[in-house]
């Protein structure tokens, strides 16, 4: 069974700290991993990832995906209080193209 | 970009009544769309896949006379909430891959829709 573990589940900072947010997987057929961004509703897209070891880079946030120890990790750098939210790492499977979530991240930006 | 309409945005309904949730695709042309649930503090779960010309697929656990998927057309699936209890509130949304512009474009998720069943 294809599954998503994100750690840590919860992280309080403070506004300018750096944070690495954890994802690893178990899937039968790996075609992507996504990492998106959830606020009060639904979740935005950052990235999606499907080599590894090529670093993606978006402002302060940055991914990378490492397919031989079947992680990725999530950083955001200098971070602010509108960080603050819910960071979902998901995996596609290549051949349902289903996406199977992690538990989530909530991340907790204080001034 | 590929933009993905969910509706309506939120419902209040009694218990014992139905509720119909539409997810549109506005520019492209979905064969495919998911339906995910989520529950406060819990992650997306997966409920069903909606096919285009033919059943759903459903995941385990999920019940397809409770929960029934309509996917007429390549820009509209509808999922249907029957006699729906207290337990059925949830936050519920939608999802659909763009793939016949590009093959590897990521999931793009309606605005989900906020059942609340009284």
């Known amino acids: 069974e294809d599954k998503v573990v994100q750690s840590p589940l919860s992280l309080v900072v403070h506004e300018g700290d750096t944070v690495t947010l954890n994802c690893s997987y178990e899937?039968?057929?790996?075609?992507?991993l996504l990492w998106y961004k959830q606020e009060k509703k639904a979740p935005t897209f950052l990235f999606m990832l499907t080599s590894s070891g090529i670093e993606k880079k978006s402002g302060r946030l940055s991914s990378i995906l490492d397919k031989k120890e079947l992680f990725s990790i999530l950083n955001i750098t200098a971070t602010q209080t509108g960080d603050s939210a819910i960071y979902l790492c998901?995996?596609?499977?290549?051949?349902?193209?289903?996406?199977?979530f992690g538990k989530g991240t909530k991340l907790t930006v204080n001034p | 970009g590929a933009v993905v309409s969910q509706h309506p945005s939120w419902v209040i309904c009694k218990s014992g009544t139905s509720v119909k949730i539409e997810c549109r695709s506005l520019d492209f042309q979905a064969t495919t769309m998911f339906w995910y649930r989520q529950f406060p503090k819990q992650s997306l779960m997966l409920m069903a896949t909606s096919n285009e010309g033919s059943k759903a697929t459903y995941e385990q656990g999920v019940e397809k006379d409770k929960f029934l998927i309509n996917h007429a057309s390549l820009t509209l699936s509808t999922l249907t909430v029957t006699s729906a209890h207290p337990e059925d509130s949830s936050f519920y949304i939608c999802s659909a891959p763009d793939r016949l512009s590009s093959y590897n474009s990521p999931l793009h998720f309606g605005n989900g829709t906020r059942l609340t069943v009284t």
């Open positions: 899937v039968t057929n790996f075609r992507s």
């Open positions: 998901a995996v596609e499977d290549g051949g349902s193209e289903k996406l199977v």
